[in-house]
C-alpha cells in the first residue's frame, strides 16, 4: 500500500481512473474490453494509455471475446486485463473458468450495478459477490479483491496483478458504481517505489520443461509461448503436461494443487483494514462503497460513547476466516451492511458459530447506504 514516503505525483481522479493507472504500474500491457456502464471509463482511458506506454488494446466484440483475447495475451507472456460490469462478467464466466484450470494469469475488473439481468445500468450494487467466487462451473479456487477509495482503485489493482501473477491464477476486483465515479486526491507513487512481481518462468530448456509440474509452492513455472516453450492448454482436467486425462491419480493430485496453491497462502492473499477494533464493543464489517459510510459511522458512534469498529474487507475471496473469527468472539454484536439482500453476511454467520450476535442492514434500490443509517444500528445494538 502507499505510505506517506513513497506518495509521488498527486492528482485528482475517478475510481476507474486510478485502477487504469494501478494496471500500468503493475506491468499491464494488454486489454480487450467491451464497453458497459459503469465501467466504460476503464476501457476509454486504457484505449490511449497503453498505447502511449508500448501497450495493446483492442475493443473486441463482446465480453466472452474480450476474456479470451486476455488469455492469449496472458500466454503469450503479456500481464493483461478486461473490466466490465455484471451483464459482461455474466458472458466472461466459461472463459473464467478456462483461465482457472488453465492456470492462466489475469485480472478481471467488474464494476458493480444493479441487476439482475440488465438491472440499474447507472446506479450502485454490490450483488456479484456470490458471482464472483461462484460464477463460473465446477469446484475452483478464486481470489476476489474490493475496492472503497481512489486509492484503493491504485493500490489493490497492483496487489491483484501482483497476486495474479504470484500465484498463476485470475483474479477479479470487485467495484462499483459509487467508487468507479467518485474523484478523489489520489498518490501515485514514483517508479520502482512500488512491488511488482512477474510470474515464475522455467529455467529448464524447452525440451525439459512440464508445465503443470507440481512443487512446495504448487504454482509452477510458466513457459512463455514465443520462447519455444510449446505445451498443451486446454480446459479439460489434464496430467502434468497438460493433456486431458481421467485418470484418477493424475485428475485427483491436478485439482488438490488448485486448491492447495491458494490455501496455503491465505496469510498473503487475505487483505483487510481495521479501524477502531483494540476495544471495540460492536464492529461493522463492510466492503466496496459501504465501507466509506461505515467509516464516518463508526467515527460519529465513538463521539457518542459507542465503542464502535470497523473491519473494511479488501480481500472477499478467499474469505478471511481467520482474521474474523477472533473478532467475532470478543465483541456484543456485528453489523454488516451491503448493497444486495446479504450475501458477505452469510459467509459472517457461518464463521460465526453462535458466537456473537450478528445483524444486517441491506439496501437493494441503487441507492447507497447513507453514514446515518448505520450509526442509528449502531447506537441500537
Known amino acids: ?14 475510481g476507474n481512473e486510478a485502477i487504469v493507472e494501478g494496471a500500468l504500474a503493475a506491468g499491464c500491457r494488454f486489454f480487450a474490453g467491451y464497453p458497459i456502464t459503469p465501467a466504460t471509463e476503464i476501457s476509454e482511458v486504457m484505449s490511449y494509455r497503453l498505447p502511449a506506454a508500448g501497450g495493446t488494446f483492442i475493443q473486441m466484440e463482446d465480453e466472452i471475446a474480450s476474456l479470451g483475447a486476455v488469455i492469449g495475451a496472458s500466454l503469450a507472456g503479456t500481464k493483461a486485463m478486461t473490466a466490465t460490469s455484471g451483464p459482461g462478467f455474466s458472458l466472461m464466466q466459461e472463459n473464467l473458468g478456462f483461465a482457472c484450470v488453465a492456470e492462466v494469469p489475469c485480472v478481471i475488473v467488474d464494476v458493480m450495478r444493479g441487476g439482475p439481468s440488465t438491472g440499474l445500468p447507472t446506479n450502485v450494487s454490490q450483488g456479484d459477490v456470490m458471482q464472483a467466487r461462484w460464477g463460473t462451473h465446477g ?6 479483491m474490493a475496492v472503497s477509495t481512489t486509492q484503493d482503485c491504485f493500490d489493490i489493482t497492483v496487489k491483484a496483478f501482483n497476486f495474479s501473477e504470484k500465484y498463476r491464477t485470475p483474479v477479479i476486483i470487485l467495484s462499483d458504481e459509487v467508487v468507479a465515479h467518485t474523484r478523489e486526491k489520489i498518490f501515485l507513487p514514483h517508479p520502482g517505489e512500488i512491488e511488482v512481481l512477474d510470474r515464475i518462468r522455467p529455467n529448464t530448456p524447452p525440451e525439459w520443461y512440464i508445465p503443470y509440474e507440481d512443487n512446495p509452492r504448487g504454482v509452477p513455472p510458466m513457459g512463455i509461448f514465443g520462447d519455444g516453450y510449446r505445451y498443451h492448454v486446454t480446459g479439460l482436467l489434464h496430467d502434468v503436461r497438460g493433456f486431458p486425462t481421467q485418470r484418477p491419480d493424475e485428475i485427483i493430485p491436478f485439482m488438490s494443487r488448485l486448491f492447495r496453491k491458494v ?17 471495540a464493543e460492536v464492529i461493522v464489517i463492510a466492503y466496496g462503497s459501504v465501507s466509506r459510510s461505515a467509516r464516518r459511522a463508526i467515527r460519529e458512534a465513538r463521539k457518542r460513547g459507542t465503542k464502535a469498529g470497523l473491519v473494511q474487507l479488501m480481500t472477499l475471496w478467499p474469505f478471511p476466516r481467520q482474521i474474523l473469527e477472533p473478532l467475532l468472539r470478543r465483541v456484543r454484536a456485528v453489523l454488516v451492511p451491503e448493497l444486495n439482500m446479504g450475501q458477505v453476511s452469510r459467509e459472517v454467520k457461518r464463521i460465526n458459530q453462535g458466537a456473537t450476535r450478528i445483524e444486517t442492514l441491506n439496501r437493494i434500490d441503487g441507492n447507497l447506504i447513507t453514514p446515518n443509517e448505520i450509526l442509528v444500528r449502531l447506537v441500537k445494538l
Not at 1 to 14: C, D, E, N, W, Y
Not at 139 to 144: K, L, Q, R, Y
Open 263 to 279: 490455501n496455503q497462502h491465505f496469510y498473503d492473499i487475505q487483505v483487510v483494514e481495521e479501524e477502531s477494533t483494540e476495544d
Open 1 to 14: 500500500m502507499i505510505t506517506a514516503k513513497s506518495r509521488g505525483r498527486q492528482l485528482l481522479l475517478q
Open 139 to 144: 469446484d475452483h479456487p478464486i481470489i476476489v
